[in-house]
């Protein structure tokens, strides 16, 4: 079974401190993704990485980063955290194959700023 | 861009009555498609997913979906419902010709179950 895992299940930060939510896999899966969950608004994608090093903005970037320096593991780092960050944050892990489009998802961070 | 609607915000039904949970997608092409269920303060759990082929799909714990390509739709079904299924589901597309490996999600569905 494909194991997805995140750091922290519960997290409060304080307004303006740099956070880091961590995420790793252990399928050797290529592809990793960072979602936020909202209610009423579903699964919104920030970040996602096809290779190590690599990563390419989501739909909503704004006030966030990645880090990608090995393969099994995929930070999200908030440079500054705001209180409209507090929400539950989802990791997703995809095999990079040609008809492997499902998603591998940890138990998520709920964050909670302050 | 594609775009996944689950018009059922919340839905009621009672322990062993049948189920069925909406949703409708915007894609030009035929996408592909999944239903992922939440329990409580869990992540997502992948139940069901639709490729290509027959076009009714069948997934763990009970659960199938129908891939109806002329309205746009892929319903997820269960026949009797029960109480451990009260959770939320998400339906999702993935575009398969435009190498954009991330899904898109709907908002969701939550499922109370009555006993």
């Known amino acids: 079974d494909v194991k997805v895992t995140q750091s922290s299940r519960y997290l409060v930060k304080r307004t303006g401190e740099k956070v880091f939510l961590e995420c790793v896999q252990d399928?050797?899966?290529?592809?990793m993704f960072w979602y936020r969950q909202d209610p009423g608004l579903g699964l919104r994608l920030i970040y996602f990485s096809y290779d190590v090093k690599m990563k390419e903005k989501g739909d909503i970037p704004e006030g966030y980063s990645v880090s990608r320096e090995k393969k099994e593991r995929f930070s999200l780092i908030l440079e500054s955290a705001s209180t409209n960050q507090t929400s539950m944050y989802l990791c997703a892990s995809q095999s990079g194959g040609p008809f492997s489009y499902e998603q591998y998802f940890g138990p998520g961070t709920r964050l909670t700023v302050t | 861009a594609q775009s996944v609607t689950q018009p059922d915000i919340h839905i009621t039904v009672s322990e062993g009555a049948s189920l069925e949970l909406r949703c409708n997608y915007s894609y030009g092409a035929t996408p592909y498609l999944f239903w992922y269920v939440q329990s409580p303060g869990q992540g997502l759990q992948l139940l069901l997913k639709?490729?290509?082929?027959?076009?009714l799909v069948q997934g763990i714990k009970g659960f199938e979906a129908e891939f109806k390509r002329s309205q746009s739709s892929f319903n997820l079904r269960k026949p009797s419902v029960h109480w451990s299924d009260a959770a939320e589901y998400f339906c999702?597309?993935?575009?398969?010709?435009?190498?954009?490996?991330?899904?898109?999600f709907g908002s969701g569905t939550r499922l109370q179950v009555q006993p």
């Open positions: 639709y490729f290509s082929g027959d076009t």
């Open positions: 999702a597309v993935g575009a398969r010709d435009t190498g954009r490996r991330a899904l898109t």
């Open positions: 399928m050797d899966h290529e592809n």
